[in-house]
């Protein structure tokens, strides 16, 4: 992701020695924000015409002299900005350190540096595998679903946030790099043993494809996890690539967003051109267009929930306004407002509210989230199958 862009950022929702959590699989962490290319020609192509605008609650400049104050003075320039940013009152706004910035980026590249595991906490309290990624260190270890964590590097892990065992497992706190070794307790049934791994550089697969039913022409379900790099791509193919007339059942839960090319792409796949969102920087309007020759035929369902957030929201919100799409579960995040990533001296990042975006009907997301047009709870995925079959996408 070279260059600085503008960002959709969830980030200010989980703080930590770890970056945002946003994939399913906890322990197999990576970072997703939502991010606005400067390049134009692409999917998300930019238009610009001058508006008046009151965004902007910190000044960059008063930020980068803290942070250039604090380095003079042998201190830590990211402490000092992060100091600023939370004066403000910028609800979204946040400091990286170099260190944090790299694996952000890294994560929207669809990689992380981890041993490849993911985990839960128990009803008991115990830390449980709950799924091992194949060809990845803990897998050739020979780590299975189901073995219990007990420690890493020495430390007990069954009283710690799981964002601190995500942290351990990273080396966060250590500075702790590819091929850097950790060393996990483990338990498998009366059987205890440590096994040492060695962190490697993995790729997260963050759309997911499967039929919902046995017969050819079943509906398709694409459960898309973050808008890391090439899940717009892999969303459209799976649609293009869907049997006949099939449905599309799109699982948005629990997706705390991404780069937003990505989901501009994605929504390519359903509309055939056409206005994705509008948004603003520092007053300046711009407008994010979709693709031309999207599938408009095929019935499709998108899956919500309060985990559903900014470009996530932004392709929900499209997909509602133009009626391409039926949604159903429960409202959604409302996280729409945009950052601007600067750099800092020391190397640390800043990234500072400078906007919002809006639905193609003008529909501001921020603190408002998406209303679904079906309301559905526990239930939620069947009540979108069934909606699904109303609609003639199979079964």
Do not use: C
Not at 30 to 58: D, F, N, Q, W, Y
Not at 73 to 86: F, I, M, P, R
Request: aromatic share 4%; glycine share 14%.
């Amino acid at each position: 992701m070279p260059g600085l862009t503008h960002r959709l950022n969830p980030r200010g929702v989980y703080r930590g020695a770890a970056l945002t959590l946003v994939f399913a699989s906890v322990l197999a962490t990576a970072a997703a924000t939502g991010s606005l290319p400067r390049e134009e020609g692409t999917a998300a192509e930019i238009k610009t015409r001058s508006v008046s605008s009151t965004v902007g609650s910190v000044d960059r400049e008063e930020i980068a002299e803290a942070a250039a104050d604090a380095e003079a003075d042998g201190k830590s320039g990211t402490d000092a900005a992060a100091e600023v940013v939370s004066r403000s009152g910028d609800r979204w706004g946040a400091v990286y350190d170099e260190r944090e910035y790299k694996d952000f980026e890294q994560a929207l590249d669809g990689s992380y540096t981890g041993v490849g595991i993911s985990a839960q906490r128990s009803a008991r309290g115990d830390v449980v595998v709950t799924g091992v990624q194949p060809g990845g260190p803990a897998d050739l270890a020979g780590v299975r679903k189901g073995d219990l964590l007990r420690t890493v590097d020495g430390r007990r892990v069954e009283k710690r946030p799981v964002a601190d065992v995500v942290a351990l497992l990273r080396g966060d706190r250590s500075g702790a790099v590819e091929g850097t070794s950790v060393v996990l307790g483990l338990r498998r049934g009366a059987r205890s043993w440590t096994e040492t791994l060695y962190r490697a550089r993995l790729a997260t697969q963050a759309v997911t494809v499967r039929r919902l039913g046995g017969e050819p022409s079943s509906a398709v379900l694409i459960k898309v996890a973050a808008f890391t790099k090439g899940a717009g791509t892999a969303i459209r193919d799976a649609v293009r690539t869907a049997p006949g007339e099939a449905g599309i059942l799109l699982d948005l839960r629990a997706n705390s967003g991404g780069l937003v090319t990505e989901a501009v792409t994605a929504s390519s796949a359903f509309l055939d051109g056409g206005l994705v969102a509008t948004y603003d920087v520092h007053g300046e309007q711009r407008a994010l267009y979709a693709d031309p020759g999207g599938d408009t035929d095929r019935p499709v369902v998108v899956l919500v929930d309060g985990g559903t957030m900014s470009a996530a929201e932004l392709l929900t919100g499209a997909l509602q306004d133009r009626g391409r799409a039926v949604t159903v579960g429960s409202r959604t995040f409302g996280k729409g407002s945009v950052q601007m990533p600067s750099k800092l001296p020391g190397g640390s990042v800043a990234e500072l509210t400078v906007g919002q975006y809006r639905t193609p009907a003008g529909r501001s997301v921020e603190g408002h989230g998406i209303t679904p047009d079906v309301g559905a709870g526990s239930r939620a995925q069947q009540r979108a199958e069934t909606v699904l079959i109303g609609l003639g996408g199979g079964s």
